[in-house]
């Protein structure tokens, strides 16, 4: 297989991330909330394999015809905000409707804005702000459950720590802490698979290591930033 073929596998592959939008769509329209986090969450984890695969067959070069940067925020949009926002507002977690209409306007509008910024990533590949992930965000309301109040508080910090100069790491790319990063996400996304697939009642356990994971990826960029390392310039 030639490096130009293997490139444009690897477009395809992060293409595969519109199919799985589409399922997550389907099933969201027919309030099938467990279907629908399944297929994000299987999107999820080809947005985490995709880039390190762009990197090591080069497909910038190799495949310069196709935008994989470009094709990766479409497909971002999609299923970390614009779905997740979708079944937030259908969820039946607002005892206040005006307090769901305040939510999907907020992040959705905050998202699009975040999404174009060229300043999002730092130095070492963290993010600037909160990424948008709110897909992962509303999996967690829907399998804890909160006060509504505490769902809108949440997303209006979120949305506002976006254009703050706080930082978010990445699971991958962030090099510091990412022996525990990259086990912390991979325990987010085995807790929040299963706690989709079994329509968000999976127990203690589960709960409790996707809420410990949770905070982890929110906090550990902050924290980074609190206590910074005595050599970096």
């Not at 907020?106 to 993010?127: A, L, P, W």
């Not at 990445?170 to 510091?176: A, G, M």
Request: with cysteine; charged share 15%; glycine share 6%.
């Amino acid at each position: 297989m030639t490096h130009k073929t293997r490139a444009l596998f690897v477009h395809l592959f992060t293409a595969t991330g519109a199919v799985f939008a589409m399922l997550a769509m389907l099933a969201a329209v027919d309030g099938k909330w467990d279907i629908m986090f399944v297929w994000l969450v299987i999107a999820f984890i080809v947005d985490g394999i995709d880039g390190p695969l762009a990197r090591k067959y080069n497909v910038k070069k190799y495949a310069p015809q196709y935008d994989g940067y470009l094709l990766d925020l479409i497909i971002d949009y999609l299923t970390y905000v614009f779905i997740p926002a979708f079944a937030l507002f259908k969820s039946g977690l607002f005892d206040k409707d005006w307090t769901g209409w305040v939510c999907i306007i907020v992040i959705t509008f905050g998202s699009v804005i975040y999404f174009v910024d060229t300043r999002m990533k730092t130095k070492d590949n963290s993010f600037s702000g909160f990424p948008g992930c709110w897909n992962m965000v509303i999996l967690v309301f829907f399998a804890l459950e909160p006060n509504f109040w505490i769902i809108l508080g949440i997303v209006v910090a979120l949305t506002l720590s976006m254009f703050l100069p706080v930082e978010f790491v990445h699971p991958v790319r962030t090099k510091r802490w990412r022996l525990v990063t990259l086990p912390t996400a991979f325990l987010w996304t085995a807790c929040a698979g299963l706690a989709a697939w079994v329509d968000f009642d999976p127990g203690p356990i589960v709960l409790f290591g996707l809420s410990l994971s949770s905070i982890y990826l929110l906090l550990a960029g902050l924290f980074m930033q609190l206590f910074p390392q005595k050599n970096k310039r």
